[in-house]
């Protein structure tokens, strides 16, 4: 059984600045750094370091090969990543002020070149029982959907960042959505604040999508349109918690890879998300299975 994660690669230019530049206004800023970034790239380090056999299919410009390397030093398969010349890797620009605070340009670049022949080159390479992770910050998901649909692949959706390219996604066909509360309003197309409530009303929305929601120090919540199971948060200091959804769901697919029981895939994923918020930075924060594992037998994943 393989996990193929078809997202985004990003490049993050990270600017530190007194405060966020205003219109007609030109400043000078502390420093720069470059990240590796986008959710694809995150999810899928989670997946390898959780112990995943992992394949991460997406396009990048040949301004973004330095991603392969930290997507292979982390044991993720870049094989089906595709490098084009004519196009510049998605990034995004990112003004940090003193205060904390942040503002971020987004730019999709080669993210927004994913082409049917890709998809079709990629697909042939898994099979039924394969599992998929999408997240929306790449194109022609529909076609992708679709695809690994007609293959009976296991779907998991992240429908971020919620936009009109979601509802022209064949969502019957999810077999696993993993979203936080604004985008279950979104999804459910209510504004409840009740998180049960936002779960019954997605269960009549979409029976068949098993319904993962990440509550930030709440917790998380399971509901199968059976059984609803909640995770307490693991309580740390918090650092940066750039990285703690794509942790979360990284850690939550594993565990269902390995047939183990919803409960403990909980109590693992939220230990993981625990360890990634104490550390800076949004790949490089992911816990190892051996990390998590060493937590949860201290006890301080409870």
């Known amino acids: 059984m393989k996990a193929l994660n078809f997202g985004s690669l990003n490049i993050d230019y990270v600017y530190e600045v007194e405060h966020f530049v205003q219109k007609g206004e030109t400043i000078s800023s502390d420093s720069l750094q470059v990240f590796s970034g986008g959710k694809g790239l995150n999810q899928s380090v989670a997946l390898a370091k959780a112990d995943v056999d992992v394949y991460h299919a997406g396009v990048i410009g040949e301004d973004g090969t330095f991603l392969m390397k930290v997507l292979r030093n982390a044991g993720v398969n870049t094989d089906h990543i595709y ?30 070149s994913i082409e049917n022949e890709y998809v079709d080159k990629v697909m042939d390479q898994f099979e039924k029982g394969d599992f998929i992770i999408l997240q929306n910050e790449i194109n022609n998901m529909n076609y992708i959907v679709q695809k690994a649909y007609e293959k009976g692949m296991v779907i998991i959706l992240n ?113 993981a998300a625990a360890i990634a918020v104490t550390r800076k930075g949004a790949a490089p924060s992911i816990p190892s299975m051996k990390e998590v594992e060493n937590k949860l037998k201290k006890g301080q994943g409870k």
């Open 83 to 112: 490098i084009r010349e004519d196009v510049r890797t998605g990034n995004a620009i990112i003004q940090n002020d003193k205060a904390g605070d942040n503002c971020i340009i987004l730019f999709g670049g080669a993210n927004q």
């Open 159 to 271: 429908p971020s960042p919620m936009n009109e390219k979601i509802w022209k996604l064949p969502l019957e066909y999810i077999d696993y959505f993993f979203i936080n509360e604004v985008e279950a309003q979104q999804l459910a197309q209510i504004n409840e604040k009740d998180e049960y409530i936002l779960l019954k009303c997605l269960n009549e929305k979409f029976p068949k999508v098993k319904i993962v929601m990440t509550l930030g120090e709440k917790g998380s919540l399971y509901y199968d349109g059976k059984t609803i199971l909640q995770q307490d948060a693991i309580k740390v200091d918090v650092v940066d918690t750039t990285a703690a959804g794509d942790t979360y769901t990284g850690y939550f697919v594993s565990g269902l890879m390995q047939g183990k029981c919803i409960k403990e895939v909980m109590e693992i994923a939220s230990t």
